[in-house]
């Protein structure tokens, strides 16, 4: 099995890194022992049309990752593109994709999960003790409490937020699954962080 494939204890398949995962595939040595099965070259025959389910895992993980021609699954794999061709016409390659696409998807939530966290405590700490302004007679950067306008405007954005994670409908009535839900939540929050200082010039000073 290929390093970059993980199999989880409850049988689903991570690909940590797509790219590595097919860096690695492409750079295998390509005479092992699995190879020469595969091609029938060991003593111990293959039953005909029968194939390791780790191979399957790999054709399926490389497609997931972006390979889609079969001559180049079976570049990468050993496996006949005739092969790799009635596999994704199958009635199990749905499932198998499935496992590789939602343990893809558990991880990508995770990021946004960690973005949204980290959002979510640069507000807190700028509501608490204001924005990072420039006092122009000191050139100091100092804290200025950050406006009402400003607080309602958070406050707005993070109760829909929060009712787009519950699946609730918001003050736009949005109806979206929880993937689209936290990317947008994350994207949203990202930007806010990153936007610019609020306007206004600090007064006073030494």
Do not use: C
Request: glycine share 4%; hydrophobic share 35%; aromatic share 6%.
């Amino acid at each position: 099995m290929l390093k970059n494939i993980q199999i989880t204890e409850d049988n689903q398949i991570i690909i940590a890194n797509p790219a590595a995962l097919v860096e690695e595939a492409s750079k295998r040595r390509k005479n092992t022992y699995m190879d020469k099965f595969i091609a029938g070259k060991t003593k111990l025959r293959r039953k005909p049309g029968w194939y390791p389910e780790e191979k399957r895992i790999e054709v399926a993980t490389l497609f997931a990752s972006g390979v889609v021609n079969s001559t180049e699954l079976e570049r990468l794999t050993g496996i006949p593109a005739t092969v790799v061709r009635d596999w994704r016409t199958s009635d199990w390659w749905p499932e198998l994709l499935e496992r590789v696409h939602a343990a893809h998807d558990d991880a990508t939530i995770s990021k946004f999960t960690t973005i949204v966290d980290k959002s979510l405590e640069t507000i807190q700490d700028r509501l608490n003790n204001g924005d990072y302004v420039m006092n122009k007679k000191t050139g100091e950067m100092v804290r200025k409490p950050v406006t009402m306008k400003d607080a309602a405007s958070v406050a707005t954005v993070v109760v829909d937020k929060r009712q787009l994670l519950r699946g609730k409908p918001t003050t736009r009535s949005e109806s979206v699954s929880t993937d689209v839900r936290l990317k947008k939540l994350a994207d949203e929050f990202e930007r806010f962080v990153k936007a610019k200082e609020i306007p206004g010039e600090v007064q006073g000073g030494s």
